[in-house]
């Protein structure tokens, strides 16, 4: 059996290419890549003669199976992208998934990676976050993904193109709201920027600026305490009483409503119970 390597490589500087990464392509007997194309300049520069083929988006089911095969004769295979981490919002997972089934190893060349760089200099919240990758072109898909966004509490990472940078961003003010956005665009190249505003803002800069490049945009998730204070607005013209009533009427004693009328309202439970004396 041979090994699937998963090997990272520049997403704008040559220089982030690692020693791991030329050694490991210098000696496979093959490279897979999204775009030879676009691969062979990055393998002439650093000199690697290895046999190129290709593997993309449109023949990722069959080829797929071809390159399993060679993996399976001995041939050890490295999957390359067009840039960064292969198996990142491209099709490398198909592969994987393949090699998995058949028993080949898989091992990962790490190296660069668009959404974490950007992430990591953004400003925002890093503990926890959701990558998007570039949203859906369906606009059924679409919506129902920005729709779960709203109201996620996780930093999100979305990519996007320049020409439909604009409109992404009315998307999501409209269904986010004007949160903390950190525009980050054309990362590691001579134009790199790191812009930190509001999704508003943004939009307006944008309407009035073309955009040129490649952006990320890391988008502050919604906190604990403005959900909290969206569920207890909701609340505010319901009488207090009638709201103890109600959970009463669904079969709660009063000691049980008192305490989720509480939570409801994200207040005290001491103050609702001084309501419930009048019941």
């Known amino acids: 059996m041979g090994i699937l390597y998963m090997v990272a490589t520049p997403i704008g500087n040559l220089e982030d290419m690692t020693y791991r990464a030329v050694r490991t392509l210098k000696e496979v007997d093959l490279i897979a890549a999204e775009d030879t194309r676009n691969s ?84 925002q919240p890093t503990r926890r976050f ?50 903390e956005l950190t525009v980050c665009k054309e990362l590691t190249k ?25 952006y990320i945009l890391v988008i502050k998730g919604r906190t604990h305490e403005e959900i909290a204070k969206e569920k207890a607005a909701r609340w505010d013209d319901v009488d207090i009483i009638e709201h103890i009533k109600m959970y009463m009427s669904e079969g709660m004693d009063k000691k049980e409503a008192v305490k989720q009328v509480a939570v409801d309202r994200g207040v005290p439970k001491r103050d609702i119970y001084e309501f419930s004396k009048n019941i």
């Not at 109201?151 to 269904?175: D, F, N, Q, S």
């Open 190 to 214: 001579k134009h790199e920027t790191f812009f930190r505003t509001t999704i508003a803002e943004a939009e307006v800069y944008f309407r009035l600026n073309e955009p040129r490049g490649e």
């Open 130 to 179: 959701s990558f998007e990758a570039f949203l859906p072109a369906d606009k059924k898909e679409r919506r129902a993904v920005l729709d779960e966004l709203a109201g996620e509490t996780r930093t999100i990472i979305i990519y996007e193109a320049p020409h439909r940078l604009v409109k992404t961003l009315t998307e999501l003010k409209g269904t986010l709201g004007d949160r």
């Open 40 to 123: 062979i300049k990055l393998l002439n520069h650093f000199e690697i003669k290895t046999p190129l083929t290709s593997y993309h988006e449109h023949n990722k089911y069959e080829k797929a199976e071809e390159l399993v095969a060679r993996l399976e004769t001995g041939n050890d295979i490295a999957l390359i992208t067009d840039a960064g981490t292969p198996g990142i919002s491209d099709p490398g997972e198909e592969l994987v998934r393949k090699c998995y089934e058949a028993g080949i190893t898989v091992v990962p060349i790490p190296g660069a990676c668009a959404a974490v760089n950007g992430l990591i200099a953004s400003g």
